[in-house]
């Protein structure tokens, strides 16, 4: 048998899991999938967003494909492939675990009011089976709820970890900084967004010029 040990996806993605036996006559292939060791192993079948794909590849090889569409988190677990060709029952295949990242809801940080000048973090706590290094932070603006962007790291803008959270720095403010601040999860149309946080920057007050009075005698 020829699999994977372990595949790790992000939810709404689609992707397969070949298994190859060898035998002969070529040997039929199933998939059997436990959601955890506790649990006895129940027979794969094509259904929504499941496809199952046989073909005999040579004299003595079949190749069967499992291939997930728009996959769910429902779908993690383990997998195996059973190969038997009527003379001898092969067996099982090593588990090929399955892994499915998604985000259910995020925790976010405070709204943010500080001078221009002034450094200050956000942090957004994604809840489920996160990825966390792709989690994006994004930003519209306060004017126009139409303009909004991904936000991108600079020597003033960095990214972090810390624990189960991602960090946003942004280093030496600028009024340009202000808006309101979101997560995502995964970067694509169907993603899961947090709500937002609101950073309002207060510009520094212009120099203002003093003239000395001076008195002029006649």
């Known amino acids: 048998f ?18 190859r036996a060898v035998g002969c006559p070529p040997p039929s292939i199933m998939w059997q999938y436990r959601e955890d060791d506790a649990q006895n192993a129940t027979t794969v079948k094509t259904g929504v967003g499941v496809d199952i794909q046989s073909q005999v590849t040579s004299s003595s090889t079949s190749t069967n494909i499992l291939t ?21 029952n092969i067996g099982y ?12 809801l995020f925790l976010v940080s405070s709204d943010v009011s500080v001078d221009e000048g002034t450094s200050f973090q956000l942090s957004c706590t994604p809840q489920g089976n996160p990825l966390l290094s792709a989690v994006r932070w ?3 603006s306060l004017v126009n709820s139409a303009d909004e962007q991904q936000v991108n790291g600079s020597q003033r803008v960095l990214f972090g970890i810390s ?14 900084d202000s808006g309101l601040y979101l997560c995502q999860f995964p970067a694509t ?3 899961v967004r947090s709500e937002t946080i609101r950073v309002e920057i207060r510009g520094r007050p212009a120099n203002v010029a003093t003239v000395k009075k001076q008195s002029i005698h006649a």
């Not at 020829?2 to 298994?19: K, M, Q, R, W």
């Not at 569409?69 to 003379?87: A, E, F, K, P």
């Not at 295949?93 to 259910?104: A, C």
Request: include cysteine; proline fraction near 1%; hydrophobic fraction near 40%.
């Open 93 to 104: 295949s090593r588990f090929t675990l399955i892994n499915v990242y998604y985000v259910s």
């Open 189 to 191: 149309s169907s993603s």
């Open 2 to 19: 020829l699999v994977p040990n372990t595949t790790s996806v992000v939810e709404g993605d689609t992707f397969a899991i070949e298994c």
């Open 138 to 140: 994004r930003k519209v």
């Open 163 to 176: 624990n189960t959270s991602v960090v946003l720095n942004v280093m030496r403010s600028i009024t340009a």
């Open 68 to 88: 997930f569409t728009n996959i769910h988190r429902v779908l993690t677990g383990m997998y195996q492939c059973h190969s038997d060709n009527g003379v001898v």
